[in-house]
């Protein structure tokens, strides 16, 4: 059974950083693409950035990208987005994924940007 928990959430001052981290049981990520998506309430998920299984095919929002960078390390089934620069813009919960969505949805960990 797939499951998926994130986490490296929280509260940031605008300009702050944060890495969330995503951690897939119940197979091998390796052989997957993660994408991580982000969702504020009355609005649509929406993708904010995917890497594929080698690592070697990343994409960016424009919403999003120069500020944050997608990772992984498959040997430890995890994937990372190290998010820089934050602004108030950025406040959601953050999920992991795959770019498709096909696994079920994790609890997601929210990112708050104010002052």
């Known amino acids: 059974q797939v499951q998926i928990a994130e986490s490296g959430g929280g509260l940031v001052q605008p300009g702050g950083s944060l890495r969330l981290s995503c951690v897939v049981s119940?197979?091998?990520?390796?052989?997957?693409?993660i994408g991580w998506f982000r969702q504020v309430p009355g609005k649509e998920r929406e993708g904010v950035s995917c890497?594929?299984?080698?690592?070697?095919?990343?994409h960016y929002a424009d919403s999003v990208r120069g500020r944050i960078t997608i990772s992984r390390d498959s040997a430890k089934n995890m994937g990372y987005l190290q998010m820089n620069s934050l602004k108030p813009e950025d406040t959601a919960v953050y999920y992991c994924?795959?770019?498709?969505?096909?696994?079920?949805w994790g609890p997601g960990t929210q990112v708050t940007v104010s002052s």
């Open positions: 890497i594929s299984s080698s690592g070697g095919s990343i």
């Open positions: 994924n795959q770019p498709t969505a096909d696994w079920p």
């Open positions: 119940g197979f091998t990520l390796g052989y997957y693409a």
